[in-house]
Structures are given as structure tokens and as C-alpha cells.
């Protein structure tokens, strides 16, 4: 099995020839994993922008991630919302790389019953 290379983001930064700022979109980058690896690209000397899904957690997301200048703002609950969020993207400018990591779920403890077996989802 041939093992595909790839490159470290230093790597890519180190090939950029003209030393430009490598720019990141993280979505879902209000908090948990997405604001880290936000924080982290951040600390490597890399242009982040954020997203979060309402003006709230936008503003909560910009005084959390040091460095973080630009926020997208806008949920992805639906198609619509999504192509919303994502001409407001496109409106930013230009990405050399982007993290997918917004979700659609729910954080309220839900409990569903399959059949007859009772079951409990946690956030």
C-alpha cells in the first residue's frame, strides 16, 4: 500500500514562496475543537477567521481566540442558512485552507425509544 505524503503546516507555509500570510477558515470555531485548532494556526503565525452560528457566540469566540480578527456569523441548520454563510465567506476573500468543523445537532439531553429498547443521547 503506497502512503500518500502529507505535508506539515509548516511545510506549506515553508513553500510559499513569496512568504505570504497562509489564511484559514475553521468553522465551528466558537469552542471546543474548532476554537483549538483556531488558537493553535493562530500560534503558528497563520490568519484565522472564525465562525460561529449567532452574533453571541461570535463575539465570545473573538475575545477567546487571541489573534482572531474576522468572524463569520451564521447557523447551518438548513441549505438556506448555509449558502447564507457561506456568501458572507465568500465575501471575507480568499482561503488557502479550510477546517470543516461545525456540526448540526442538539445539546439538550434528548431520550429517544427504538422498538422497545430505551435510549438516552448525552450532549
Known sequence: MKH?????????YEENSENECITYLVTGSADGLGKMAAQFLINQ????VLHARNKMRAN??????????????GDVASIARTREVAEQVN???SFDAVIHNVGVGYRELAAFRLKTVSLTFLP
Open 4 to 12: 500518500l505524503h502529507r505535508p506539515r503546516l509548516l511545510d506549506v
Open 45 to 48: 503565525g497563520y490568519q484565522v
Open 60 to 73: 465570545e469566540a473573538l475575545a477567546a481566540v487571541s489573534g482572531a480578527e474576522k468572524v463569520a456569523v
Open 91 to 93: 465575501q471575507l476573500g
